[in-house]
């Protein structure tokens, strides 16, 4: 980034009452933008970076327009899509629980949705430098870097069960497809051949094939067993598959999204379209959306659809921050949001058609009812749709494309979320080492082995149950809790108008009032509502149906929880800690925003009201300025008072909005500092030599 430094005393007046454009403003006018407008920085010099591209070349940016859209769509709609939003469709009253569904997205999943795009765009930084905005909170942005390594670790293990399923597909007869092999006992019934009663007492083919062939399945998570090795070369495989797609950033993993938010499209039309057309698909779908009117006056079904939309659209891991910091700052975050939240609200009630459709075939075909073959998680994914696809014609060729579509949706999740971490790791780092951006794709590397090597017990024996857990553990009350947290740091800390303010400058246009009431009461009090019924209504966790967890990996899965949610409670407690002054001023300065915080670009702060700054090389050589002044007025006795001041106007760079800029700033610098340090020509020297 090319950029000329421009020094400009501070003490200039006419500069204070300039609009945005430059234009100079009338007092009246000038008097109302200081009010409406917060003061954002105060310090001894204006440095003014012209950059005349619309992008942060050092950071990077998304290569083409419809990159961060597919990236968007491609973490959005994943596996819970498929799995898991048809299953509780049927449960809470079919086609009636639409309607909760589209209501909660429209009032607090959009909302927090399109506010975790927008400050990551206005901001160009991840999940945990966003938090420049309220630095008490910064670790929020922790804790969202640790959900997220968990979800990756358990994620991939998921990733490498498709992978060795799609090996196995390229076979004339799937080898789930009856009970004629080695790893089948005697339990086992192909319903084609016994449809009377064959779930009392029996089991399926396909499930066999899941827990004796593929899992090894132990007889609970205390029996951990030895590592599933043909499992351990797939896990392998998918890290590798996850590198490679990230080894160059945004640059690499931009383009994969063109084929993880497509290509399932077409293979769900595929599906829907061949199982239409199979006997007793009618029926499975007439079960899926058969309303059940009743059922909406229960708290559970407002519950499902509140806790669905918040994992479906991936508010609160930090990904949506991430994704978005990579945009050119005038990129229309407003329009994207609403564009991916409708595409993957459709995506989840079309899938629904297609997996129901099959699951009325299967029904069909072995002689139950519907309800008896519905199952929602992994073994609708690894059990119940591959038995059915096992009894299609040409059925290898299905199975191949239904567990790449599988594949694909858990890499577009899966990318997303490593691509969080990383940047939220090299953005953290980057103020301690300044070249790390050209070591990027060694973190890449590193991490991607170290979860690889996290993720070996998930495929023991035991590693289901272990899955289980991290899947009910590690996002659950946490990503609900972040999303509060979120909206109150926005409309309440920082404040909304003057957030509606910066993303007025950044979009062009100012957000209508539906936004700022969603933020401020709606969203917030949907989320309080969802976090209290948690747990109201806790279940112990469970794997299957028989299956329950003993007490201490209850506990287990609650640390897990703990630890996502300590970085905030640990960075607040240091961070105040470390300030100066009452414990009240201490707690009402960590809440200032950083003197860092707004846009990254000289010309987009210039733009928000924003005093513009070089951040990497002005910032640390001003300090120093300003330390060794300090140090030579206390050492002289000359006037000790006055060079804490000093210290003090270096170190908090920020002022109160109430304050008159024009006094702290213009006033104190050229009075005292002129009139009183002048003879030891300190100051303005090393600045001016610096800069």
């Known amino acids: 980034m090319e950029s000329n430094t421009v020094i400009m005393e501070a003490s200039n007046k006419q500069q204070n009452n300039r609009g945005m454009n430059g234009t100079k403003l009338h007092s009246k006018d000038a008097k109302l933008s200081s009010e409406s407008v917060p003061l954002k920085r105060t310090s001894v010099v204006e440095i003014v970076a012209v950059t005349t591209p619309d992008e942060n070349d050092a950071r990077g940016t998304w290569s083409g327009k419809l990159d961060f859209i597919l990236s968007c769509i491609s973490y959005a709609v994943g596996l819970g899509n498929v799995w898991r939003f048809p299953f509780l469709c049927y449960e809470n009253g079919g086609g009636a629980f639409l309607i909760p569904y589209v209501i909660i997205l429209c009032l607090a999943g959009l909302p927090l949705f399109f506010l975790e795009l927008s400050i990551g765009q206005f901001a160009s930084v991840g999940c945990v430098n966003v938090w420049r905005i309220c630095p008490l909170f910064k670790g929020m942005g922790y804790g969202m870097l640790v959900m997220s390594m968990f979800c990756c670790i358990y994620y991939n293990v998921i990733i490498a069960y498709t992978l060795h399923y799609l090996y196995f597909s390229f076979t004339r007869v799937l080898p789930w497809a009856d009970c004629t092999h080695n790893w089948n006992t005697y339990n086992c019934v192909d319903s ?62 931009g383009k994969v999204v063109y084929l993880t938010a497509t290509f399932p499209y077409l293979v769900l039309l595929s599906l829907f379209i061949r199982g239409m057309t199979l006997p007793g698909a009618i029926d499975g779908v007439k079960f899926y959306i058969k309303p059940e009117w009743s059922k909406l006056k229960t708290s559970k079904v407002w519950q499902d659809a509140a806790v669905q939309i918040f994992y479906s659209l991936g508010a609160g891991f930090g990904c ?57 998680g992994p073994g609708l994914a690894f059990v119940a749709y591959p038995e059915a696809i096992a009894r299609m014609p040409i059925s290898p060729m299905w199975s191949i494309l239904f567990f790449f579509m599988v594949l694909l949706l858990g890499l577009g999740s899966m990318l997303c979320m490593l691509e969080t971490v990383i940047t939220g790791i090299v ?88 936004w700022k009431i969603c933020w401020m009461v709606v969203a917030p009090s949907l989320l309080m509502f969802v976090i209290i019924f ?96 300090y140090s030579s007025s206390m050492n002289s006795n000359d006037d000790p008072e006055l060079a804490l001041n000093l210290k003090s106007h270096y170190e908090r760079t920020q002022i109160d909005g109430k304050e008159d800029q024009e006094e702290v700033g213009a006033s104190f610098l050229t009075d005292d500092i002129h009139a009183r340090y002048k003879p030891k020509e300190r100051l303005y020297p090393d600045i001016e030599s610096a800069l």
């Open 427 to 514: 953005d953290d780092l980057e103020a301690r080492f300044k070249n790390i951006r050209k070591y990027k794709s060694y973190i890449t590397l590193a991490t991607s082995i170290l979860l690889c090597i996290l993720g070996l017990p998930l495929i023991t024996q035991g590693g289901i149950y272990l899955l289980t857990l991290m899947n009910a553990f590690s996002a659950g009350l946490t990503l609900l809790l972040f999303g509060f947290m979120e909206c109150i740091i926005i409309a309440y800390i920082y404040g909304v108008e003057r957030y509606l303010h910066d993303i007025t400058a950044m979009l062009g246009f100012r957000p209508s009032f539906y």
């Open 534 to 629: 948690t747990f109201v209504s806790y279940n112990p966790a469970k794997y299957g149906e028989d299956y329950v967890f003993p007490a201490w990996a209850e506990a287990l899965g609650w640390l897990m929880t703990a630890s996502s949610i300590l970085p905030v409670i640990i960075y607040a407690a240091i961070y105040l800690f470390q300030e100066r002054g009452p414990v009240m001023e201490r707690l009402k300065n960590s809440m200032k925003h950083k003197s860092l915080w707004g846009p990254a670009l000289a010309q987009h702060r210039k733009e928000a009201g924003y005093h513009i700054l070089e951040q990497e090389e002005a910032e640390n050589r001003l300090n120093a300025c300003a330390d060794d002044s």
């Open 320 to 376: 949506l921050h991430t994704l978005s910091s990579y945009n050119k700052w005038h990129n229309n975050c407003h329009r994207d949001a609403i564009i991916v939240a409708i595409v993957n609200c459709g995506t989840s009630i079309f899938a629904g058609f297609v997996i129901f459709a099959v699951i009325g075939f299967m029904a069909y075909d072995a002689g139950v009812d519907v309800e008896t073959v519905v199952v929602s």
């Open 192 to 253: 084609r051949h016994n449809v009377t009663n064959f779930t009392s007492g029996h089991s399926r083919p396909s499930q066999e094939y899941f827990d004796n062939r593929v899992l090894g399945i132990s007889d609970g998570i205390g029996e951990i067993g030895e590592i599933r090795w043909e499992l351990a070369i797939c896990l392998v495989l998918a890290w590798t598959i996850v590198f490679l797609s990230l080894a160059k950033g945004i640059k690499t993993s």
